[in-house]
């Protein structure tokens, strides 16, 4: 395993702070998303922000508990200048911090959140409507790629259908195949 490298770029220049994951270390669920925005650079802590909130709300009525049964994190560790798309460099550098993050919490099913998570764990650059919902299985662990909950942000129904309501459905099934794990 390559060692990480310290601070390999100008994503940590700007500002030094590291937004590296929260939830349960000992989760068997863990969701990847792209990188800290505004809201988790200051605060420290991934999907605090507008986006963050939807998405907990999403993980509430799916049944989740993001406390208990969740470990979340980024791909990208620090955020990138003007909170830009993280550059397929940034990622490549970043890499071994996230494989590391991955072997030490050892989930079993992962839910990589927007299409950057979905290209940095699995390599598919593949539009994320047509995968998401699909369990991918990768190195001996189960992937699932979600939509973004800044994406959703721009969909605010939760009528069938709608990107909200998909995600929903893909959250109740984590919870589902979290807890067929759980009674094996």
């Known amino acids: 395993m390559t060692k990480p490298q310290r601070n390999p770029t100008n994503l940590g220049q700007q500002k030094p702070r590291l937004v590296v994951g929260r939830g349960n270390p ?32 999403l993980m509430i009525e799916a049944g989740l508990d993001e406390q ?8 990208i560790k620090c955020r990138p200048p003007n909170n830009r798309k993280p550059t397929a460099k940034e990622i490549e550098i970043s890499r071994p911090w996230l494989k590391l993050q991955i072997e ?32 991918q299985n990768h190195d ?25 309501d998909l995600t929903l459905q893909d959250l109740r099934e984590a919870r589902r195949r979290l807890h067929l794990l759980s009674e094996s």
Not at 34 to 54: H, I, T
Not at 110 to 127: D, F, H, K, N, P
């Open 26 to 57: 000992n989760a068997r669920l863990m969701l990847i998303g792209e990188a800290p925005g505004a809201e988790e650079d200051v605060q420290g802590l991934p999907f605090v922000g507008r986006s963050g909130q939807l998405l907990s709300e």
């Open 68 to 75: 208990h049964e969740l470990y979340i994190c980024n791909v």
């Open 140 to 164: 001996g662990r189960d992937f699932m790629p979600v939509f973004h909950p800044s994406y959703l942000l721009r969909f605010r129904s939760r009528e069938v259908g709608t990107p909200q």
């Open 104 to 135: 030490l919490i050892d989930p079993e099913l992962v839910l990589l959140s927007g299409a950057t998570a979905l290209q940095a764990m699995l390599g598919i650059r593949s539009g994320i409507s047509k995968l998401r919902g699909q369990w």
